[in-house]
T-cell receptor
């Protein structure tokens, strides 16, 4: 199956700093990528849909200015958590869809565990 | 309203036995897709099986099969011959347009 990578896998940062998480589709072009957040022992919650070359679409309740998403190319989307606080500590997972018609599946990255101290 | 309902927070099964994980969904769309993902403790989401709303036959992938009952809006996952490595969280998800909506998950524990 297709491969999606995320970097870093784990990050610890101090409160008030910003953290950037990268999501790459390694062997296919993804016009659409998705960012999810998962708190311990809970389900995945969609934060935003990232579209190459256009602004991301955020889900209700997600702060656009806090979670900056940039889909700069067909293989890379980044999520920047700005002015992070301890409540932003979570597991962030991205996914990507192959071009329409090639697969029904969304391929997930391995996730990034963010801890804000 | 919850779109995907997984009523079993936790399930236990003996190794080599079969287990069914429940999933019901709610949608007014005629075209939709249903997915099951496995999430081990490492956190990665592993795709298991897909069922399209127009697929007449139940999907199967190795030891995984999806019991799709459209009228009941259920899409239960059946794992045959459970293995210790099957212990994980299992999420049912439905595709709405381009998005995936996830259920709360079921934690499966396989006992030796």
């Amino acid at each position: 199956g297709a491969v999606v990578s995320q970097h870093p896998s784990r990050v610890i940062c101090k409160s008030g700093t910003s953290v950037k998480i990268e999501c790459r589709s390694l062997d296919f072009q993804a016009t659409t990528m998705f960012w999810y957040r998962q708190f311990p022992k809970q389900s995945l919650m969609l934060m935003a849909t990232s579209n190459e070359g256009s602004k991301a679409t955020y889900e209700q309740g997600v702060e656009k200015d806090k979670f900056l998403i940039n889909h700069a190319s067909l293989t890379l989307s980044t999520l920047t958590v700005t002015s992070a606080h301890p409540e932003d500590s979570s597991f962030y997972i991205c996914s990507a869809r192959p071009p329409s018609g090639t697969s029904n599946e969304q391929y997930f990255g391995p996730g990034t565990r963010l801890t804000v101290t | 309203a919850q779109k995907i309902t997984q009523t079993q927070p936790g399930m236990f099964v003996q190794e080599k036995e079969a287990v069914t994980l429940d999933c019901t969904y709610d949608t007014s769309d005629q075209s939709y897709g249903l997915f099951w993902y496995k999430q081990p403790s490492s956190g990665e989401m592993i795709f298991l099986i897909y069922q399209g709303s127009y697929d007449e036959q139940n999907a199967t992938e190795g030891r995984y099969s999806l019991n799709f009952q459209k009228a009941r809006k259920s899409a239960n996952l059946v794992i045959s011959a459970s293995q210790l490595g099957d212990s994980a969280m299992y999420f049912c998800a439905m595709r709405e347009a381009t998005k995936l909506v996830f259920g709360k998950g079921t934690k499966l524990t396989v006992n030796p």
